[in-house]
């Protein structure tokens, strides 16, 4: 009898499903009439199971051979786990990838398993796979890897992160993958932080563009494909600066700073978020009620899917201890607002789910609420149309078809920090035809340019990097000559013997530089929590002894996050930042070095001078207040917005259309921007304001607006940019938005002109 209702209801479906075909495709965008009648009309026909399987969602590992972390290799899926798993539990997602990257082929055959056995439940529909491809596809063999979020932000280009999105989705969709936990949208205000590399930067502002720019380019560029926004909100802001530990944010600030990215994002069509796993003022987000249906579905209007992080449902219980039981946490996240659990490991969350509806402790409209969001996304998604199926081995893109925004995004992304002259010679460009010495811990390895989630979830597995891509020595050794490179292999942990071996071979060598690969080996979440933001001893060590060789002494670092170096930095003659620029990156930066091309980023981020004195651009006033009574108490090594080029550009004639405004103006900004220097440039205007007075202590700058400007050697050109009034509020003490009037100066570079705004239109 029951068999027979769910081959009945599983007619329906496919019956509802080929009406509505032809409407499908785009895969994004605002849901429509036709959509909802599909979606109401398959959500009357699911039992109690069937919407608790939509719910739950579990990796990869859970349904292989093996044991979730110790998976059989080469890997299949089990059968009877899958069976369980998928036709009787009706699971409706599944995430992860087994614990390393495999090949196309692999996929397809993980996809067309899981979603054969879909077909087989009752109601038939198709599981929506879900995977961390956040530079690329990340999970997939010799994918083609970008650099990490940190270094998109570094371009203050946000086409070029919507084209990585983009190449991103068609990559990762070719394999029947539909959902991408990306693009973080936490803020870097922390570097201790282990997911700062997974951000674009400190700035609210910076961060929205970069976000919306890739959510579109995930979801609007030719594929089904959904983005997730992450983490929400206030993850990196932690009081110890490490993972998934306590924040203390009021409401008026997460307003001011954490929710904008989020609220752009929104507004730009995401189709789902992931919660942060940590916790903000005492309470775990994923208990809040207030953060995840009051502020984010009732204030942001998000309609979306809104999907726990992993195993934070349990956590609950075994870590924030604010609940007995697992029944107990389960009922309060989805009293909270939770679609769906990442569990992901077995079925206890769905057992517990049906039991606190049975019981009357969850009501079934309660669950209602979230299949129809998890059941619009498929539908927007086409699922219900390919049954969730990949598109054909034949049809999986060349991967030299993103090859070169890959390489460019890492071109724009190199960040020069520092370029003295020595002895009254360049130091950068390398110029001559003298040898180079080439040496440090990520100086020849793959893995430090890709960071974390790269093949592997900690990215730290040489298995698994890309074929034939090269490190930074192995492209210095492409571009500037073999015969001109010496090259010391160093790992991490390398000694005072090692050190002194690279100094006797800099003594025989006599190279015009030395060029040191430093900074971090890859990890991410917990794994990369540090006790010091301070840069490893060995590393300072080794600066210290290759200056006092007296050669042209070059810092590249290939690193996630800022480690304070000032002890050393007066010994570096040059200092470029490469953030984790991907498999493409070591081309950039040997490109930098020799001066293909002239470096264009610039730093999304402040860059402390000491380990336990930062402070964000966007500080206030009494921050910058130093012991001896001055303002110089902002002295940060570098500067958010930093970078240098082989050229040099001076602003001049910083202008507003008009000396006052109205509530309801746009203030029209000009400035003249000239290249003095003798290359091709590509310069960032960044247009800063300044609230003088306030009734909330204003922050001495925030950032307006932004734009890259190229001009040729000599070349001027006016650059312009329009701010509404509007967008110069705050956040008030009723934590209200509200713009007050007064003084405002607005700032481009050195340049500042002071405004007025005034309550009423002028
Ligand atoms: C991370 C998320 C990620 C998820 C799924 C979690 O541990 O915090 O960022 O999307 O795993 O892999």
Redesign the pocket.
């Known amino acids: 009898m029951t068999s027979q209702l769910y081959s009945g209801l599983a007619i329906l479906t496919a019956g509802v499903a080929a009406i509505f075909m032809t409407g499908c495709g785009s895969g994004s965008g605002p849901s429509n009439s036709s959509d909802e009648a599909f979606v109401d009309s398959i959500l009357s026909t699911l039992s109690l199971a069937d919407k608790v399987g939509e719910m739950t969602q579990l990796?990869l590992g859970a349904i292989g051979t093996g044991e979730a972390y110790n998976l059989s290799e080469p890997q299949h899926l089990d059968s009877a786990k899958v069976r369980k798993v998928l036709v009787d539990y009706r699971v409706g997602s599944i995430?992860?990838c087994g614990n390393h990257e495999h090949s196309p082929e692999k996929w397809h055959e993980f996809i067309e398993v899981i979603q054969e056995a879909a077909s087989q439940k009752s109601s038939g529909i198709p599981v929506l796979y879900?995977?961390?491809a956040i530079h690329g596809p990340t999970y997939t063999e010799n994918g083609v890897l970008g650099p990490q979020q940190i270094g998109l932000g570094a371009t203050w280009n946000p086409a070029v992160a919507k084209t990585a999105a983009k190449n991103t989705a068609e990559q990762v969709h070719a394999l029947g993958i539909h959902w991408n936990?990306?693009p973080?949208l936490d803020l870097a205000r922390d570097p201790r932080w282990p997911?700062f590399w997974?951000t674009f930067g400190e700035d609210p502002y910076l961060v929205s563009e970069m976000g919306t720019a890739m959510v579109e380019g995930y979801q609007y560029s030719g594929v089904p494909f959904a983005a997730?926004l992450?983490?929400f909100f206030g993850y990196g802001f932690a009081l110890s600066g490490k993972d998934r530990t306590p924040a203390w944010i009021p409401e008026r600030q997460m307003r001011e700073y954490f929710l904008p990215p989020f609220a752009k994002a929104v507004e730009a069509g995401a189709m789902s978020i992931?919660v942060n796993?940590g916790e903000i003022n005492g309470v775990p987000v994923h208990s809040s009620k207030f953060l995840l249906t009051e502020i984010l579905r009732g204030d942001l209007g998000f309609d979306g899917v809104l999907v726990t992080?992993?195993e934070d449902i349990k956590y609950l219980f075994t870590r924030h201890m604010v609940a007995e039981n697992y029944k107990q946490a389960t009922k309060m996240a989805i009293d909270a607002g939770i679609d769906m659990a990442?569990v992901?490991l077995d079925l206890d969350f769905s057992n517990i789910l049906m039991e606190l509806v049975n019981e009357g402790e969850i009501s079934e409209s309660r669950l209602d609420q979230s299949v129809r969001r998890i059941l619009m996304m498929k539908k927007k998604l086409g699922l219900f149309e390919s049954n969730g199926l990949p598109p054909s081995l034949d049809a999986y893109p060349a991967k030299e078809k993103f090859e070169s925004a890959a390489a460019r995004a890492a071109l724009e992304s190199i960040t020069l920090l520092k370029n003295e002259p020595k002895d009254g010679a360049t130091v950068l460009p390398i110029m001559g035809n003298k040898k180079i010495f080439v040496t440090g811990p990520t100086s020849n390895s793959l893995n430090a340019l890709n960071g974390g989630w790269t093949g592997t979830?900690q990215g730290t597995d040489t298995a698994y990097n890309t074929v034939g891509r090269p490190t930074m020595v192995e492209s210095m050794v492409m571009r500037l000559g073999a015969e001109r490179i010496e090259h010391m292999d160093l790992g991490m942990d390398f000694s005072d013997q090692e050190i002194q071996r690279v100094v006797r071979s800099i003594q025989r060598q006599r190279p015009s530089h030395v060029v040191l690969g430093l900074g971090e080996m890859p990890y991410?979440?917990m794994v990369g929590n540090i006790e010091d933001l301070e840069l490893f001893e060995n590393q300072k060590n080794l600066v210290k002894a290759v200056h006092a060789t007296g050669v042209k002494v070059v810092a590249v670092f290939i690193e996630g996050r800022p480690r304070t170096f000032d002890e050393i930095e007066p010994m570096l003659d040059a200092v470029v930042m490469a953030y984790l620029p991907g498999d493409y990156g070591a081309d950039a930066i040997a490109q930098v070095l020799d001066g293909s091309y002239n470096p264009s980023g610039r730093l999304p981020f402040t860059w402390p001078r000491h380990a336990s004195a930062h402070l964000t651009y966007d500080h206030k006033y009494t921050e910058q207040i130093h012991v001896n009574f001055t303002l110089e108490g902002f002295n940060p090594q570098y500067e958010f917005g930093a970078g240098l080029s082989y050229s040099s550009t001076a602003f001049s004639g910083l202008k507003t259309d008009r000396a006052a405004y109205g509530m309801n103006d746009t203030i029209i900004v000009s400035v003249t921007i000239a290249n003095t220097g003798e290359r091709l440039t590509n310069e960032l205007v960044a247009v800063f304001s300044q609230d003088k007075v306030a009734s909330i202590t204003p922050s001495v700058d925030r950032l307006r607006h932004f734009q890259r400007v190229i001009l040729d050697a000599g070349e001027e050109t006016v650059a312009s940019a329009r701010i509404s009034v509007a967008e110069l509020g705050f956040i008030n003490r009723e934590n209200k938005y509200v713009v007050e009037p007064g003084t405002f100066g607005i700032r481009v570079g050195n340049e500042i002109v002071d405004i007025e705004v005034f309550q009423k239109n002028k």
């Open positions: 990796t995430l992860n879900g995977v961390d936990f990306s973080v997911r997974e997730t992450k983490h992931m796993s992080d992993w990442m992901p979830w991410t979440e």
